[in-house]
């Protein structure tokens, strides 16, 4: 249930931008999520990025916008 660091994360568009470990977090308000590093390049694509999150039973939940490269 929920979002945990056993789900596999990867972003939409070019393959410019690498997703580091997913990690977990507990919010002020009690709320668990995750986080994650983002590294890429100067170079990297501007625009937004779906992201992308694979259980271990192979469901997928979809950010679309989650993440945006801007200059």
Do not use: C
């Amino acid at each position: 249930k929920g979002l945990n660091t056993s789900m596999k994360a990867s972003l939409s568009g070019p393959a410019d931008i690498t997703i580091g470990a997913l990690q977990p977090v507990t919010f002020t308000d009690k709320t668990t999520g995750i986080s994650f590093t983002a590294t890429l390049p100067s170079n990297a694509a501007l625009g937004a990025r779906t992201l992308i999150l694979q259980d271990t039973k192979n469901d997928i939940t979809t950010f679309t916008g989650g993440l945006e490269v801007v200059p």
